[in-house]
């Protein structure tokens, strides 16, 4: 059994409950599965915007592209 949480509700939230619940969802369901649906969200996002200054480190893309030519001279044929 996991840790009790206890919150207190503004209107948004409440609103929020209301619909997350409204098809019998018990709330600690609902909230549970809100916040790792917002964690998923998250890590989502930090990945998207590390693979974008990825994308735009000319740097990193140069050196990648020089190990990818080296590679190519280690190919078996």
Sequence with gaps: M?????FRADE???RA???LTKDGTPVSTAVRT????AA????????????AELVADEQDR????????DMETLRAW
């Design 62 to 69: 140069a050196e990648a592209a020089q190990l990818l030519r």
């Design 17 to 19: 409950l209301v619909v």
């Design 40 to 51: 998923r969200r998250r890590a989502g996002a930090t990945l998207r915007a590390e693979a």
């Design 12 to 14: 948004d939230t409440a």
């Design 2 to 6: 996991g840790d009790t949480i206890t």
């Design 34 to 37: 809100a916040l790792i649906d």
